[in-house]
């Protein structure tokens, strides 16, 4: 799908590669780009509708979908990632109600009107979704159930025409990963690589140097050999 003339909602808008994200959807033409963020709104145009929008909290969801009457492409981008040692669970539950949950109950919000438009939904996932990172293991479990519910959700919704893309992120150079001295990409790089990947019909998206280097090993590998075969049990009836 091409992002011109379309309309689409980016949460965590108002830094990294949300930010990103809405400059290279205007750039690319965008219809309307709603802006999904906690505080303050960073960018300011006219094809730009802020939405006051924590992905945690139902009232704050239902505030947005009020706001939306016609939506294209849902960009789930959202996320936190914690520094633990798995010696409590408090981690875990913060990562997932916001990198799982978040996203969840988003998508089930805005399903009817991306059914609607035969849309399409992103899912910002991370390369840590494959192998953890010990040290942000609960951020790494989140990104791996997201990923696996990104799975799903593509089977379920394919043949009611919306399209389910994961996008598995490298290291990008925003504040979430001020701490790691690696190489990193451009955030604006990253959503330039998110849209073409999109443009390109690409369900599973490598946006970054360090996730390309992977993409065509997870393309042919068995991991995704298994999501195809699984997928074939579904009934027709469930879709
Ligand atoms: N940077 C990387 O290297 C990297 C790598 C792989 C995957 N990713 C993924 O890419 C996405 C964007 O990351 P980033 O690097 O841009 O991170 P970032 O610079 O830390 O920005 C995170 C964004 O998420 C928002 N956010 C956090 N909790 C939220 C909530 N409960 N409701 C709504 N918004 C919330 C933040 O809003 P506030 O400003 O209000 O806090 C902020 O806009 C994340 O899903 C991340 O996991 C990033």
Redesign the pocket.
């Known amino acids: 799908m091409n992002i011109e003339n379309k309309t689409v909602l980016i949460?965590?808008?108002?830094?990294?590669?949300?930010q990103a994200l809405v400059n290279e959807a205007l750039r690319r033409g965008a219809k309307r780009v709603y802006a999904?963020?906690?505080?303050a709104p960073t960018i300011t145009d006219e094809r730009v509708t802020p939405l006051t929008?924590?992905?945690?909290s139902a009232e704050q969801i239902q505030g947005a979908v009020d706001k939306v009457d016609t939506l294209d492409v849902l960009i789930n981008?959202?996320?936190?990632?914690l520094y633990d040692d798995l010696s409590n669970s408090g981690a875990i539950e913060q990562s997932l109600a916001?990198?799982l949950f978040?996203s969840f109950n988003l998508t089930r919000a805005f399903l009817p009107l991306l059914r609607r438009s035969k849309g399409a939904i992103i899912n910002?996932?991370?390369?840590?979704a494959l192998a953890p990172l010990p040290v942000i293991p609960s951020?790494s479990i989140s990104?791996a159930a997201a990923f696996n519910m990104t799975q799903s959700q593509r089977a379920l919704l394919a043949r009611e025409g919306v399209t389910v893309h994961g996008v598995f992120?490298?290291?990008?150079d925003?504040?979430?990963?001020r701490g790691f001295d690696i190489p990193?990409a451009s955030?604006e790089s990253a959503a330039a690589g998110i849209f073409d990947g999109l443009a390109n019909g690409e369900e599973d998206i490598f946006p970054d140097p360090a996730s390309q280097s992977i993409a065509e090993g997870w393309r042919t590998g068995v991991a995704k050999a298994f999501e195809r075969q699984y997928a074939g049990f579904l009934p027709p009836s469930a879709a």
Request: net charge positive; proline share 5%; no cysteine.
């Open positions: 949460t965590g808008a108002n830094r990294g590669i949300g999904g963020t906690r505080g929008l924590d992905v945690t981008n959202a996320g936190i990632a916001v990198n978040g910002n996932l991370s390369l840590l951020y990104k992120l490298g290291p990008i925003t504040d979430m990963n990193k955030p």
